[in-house]
């Protein structure tokens, strides 16, 4: 596909703009959501951004969105009346949710995640489940078992993942906000090659009930979005405590949209050296040299800096994470969980029976890695050893932020690449992870925003922030924003 910038196609307008219109009288919910619907029946085809379209619950929950912005009941919120997408390992209540796995085919949970119940409450309206690798594994969206999302873009590219389908959605003006998990990039990662943005907040701040876990000490929920401002209103919804997920933080609100107009100067910015890894693209590497002279602009002071131990990361991820997919799919044993069979004698060959049909190569490939670091004889050698290693990163990351108010970075070292040109070469698939992997083993917020072009296609530009820094990221990330053009740019589809 072509690119082309433009600022008043109503497909592309972010969800702020949309609820100006709608306080204006402009166009109502059920108008906007029946455009929605109509784009989705028309580029889904070129696209599979979506698993499920649940349209006539989508109008329902508009109507009633229009009776709230006209004054009935509830306060309107920031996205009251406004068409979203939610990545399908989220439960929801009564729509089937397969975490693209053919395991889960037919699954209808009997409740809302928190996310998902603090998103209906605030009144936005949900078009429909998102695409994604299945359960998550993944860096391409090429491991669904519903097939792979194609990059709107040029559609004969990833999206890259594992939330292709809510990165891509949200590009190709399919919903105006979508919503991911990320484990170890899968926010950043597809919002950087689809050129939208992306944040995982900070490890806590958003309630994990109801996902469907990966990596539990590694999830987090996040949102993709078109602007800056529309992440931070997303957060402001989203980010509560949860009793029912032991790791949700107890902390006051925060309007994380508080300092979204403040500059940057004065600010202290860090720029790892490791992160520009070899094999890093050219037009990447050059968008990101003129992205530091942007924030130098700005008034920005930027330094650079070593974290030596990220080099270590991504071994510590491909550990840590596949060991708790290990342990978190062991539910799915074919008599509690995942396409039961009378045709089984024994729960052992039923157990067999559900596997082996209903995993695809990727999940089985980590349950093998996660089920060896964590078996006896290896456990210390292996499993023990990366949280070791995950300590000194965490705390090297501290270290670092005594100095520094952010740090930034390219987003992925590459631009999107085509369907199946890295499928069957699993390291080099995982490499594209290889800067945003360190954030999530610290547990710390981080954002992609659209950070330039290169040869038609999108770059992203990461910003890091300490724990709980989610505010300052956002600022950050703002003002850059303010100061470019990229975020205007969208495909021609």
Known sequence: MTTQSTNSDFYFSSARELRTKFDQREISSVEATRSMLERISTLEPSLNSYITVTGERALKDAEAADQRLQGTGQEPTPLTGVPIMVKDNFSTKDVETTAASNILKGYIPPYDGTAVSLLKEAGAVILGKGNLDEFAMGSSNESSAFGPVHNPWDVKRVPGGSSG????????????????????????????????????PTYGLVSRFGLLAFGSSLDQIGPLTRSVADCADALNIISSHDRRDSTSVAAPFTDFAQDINADVAGMKIGVPKEYLVDGIERGVRSAFETSLKTLEDLGAEIIEISLPLTDHALAVYYIIAPSEASANLSRYDGVKYGLGSLDNS???????AARGKGFGDEVKRRILLGTYA????????????????????????TDAFLKFDALVTPTSPTTAFKIGEKIDDPFQMYMNDVCTIPVNIAGLPSISVPGGMSDGLPVGLQFIGPQFGDTAVIRVAAAYERATDWHQNHPLI
């Open 165 to 200: 389908g809510a990165a891509a959605a949200v590009a190709a003006g399919e919903c105006f906000m979508g919503f991911g998990s990320d484990t170890g990039g899968s926010i950043r990662q597809p919002a950087s090659l689809c050129g939208v943005v992306g944040m995982k």
């Open 374 to 397: 964590l078996s006896a004889g290896y456990y210390d050698a292996y499993y023990k050893k990366a949280q070791q290693v995950r300590t000194l990163i965490r705390r090297e990351f």
């Open 346 to 352: 024994t729960s052992a060959q039923a157990t067999e």
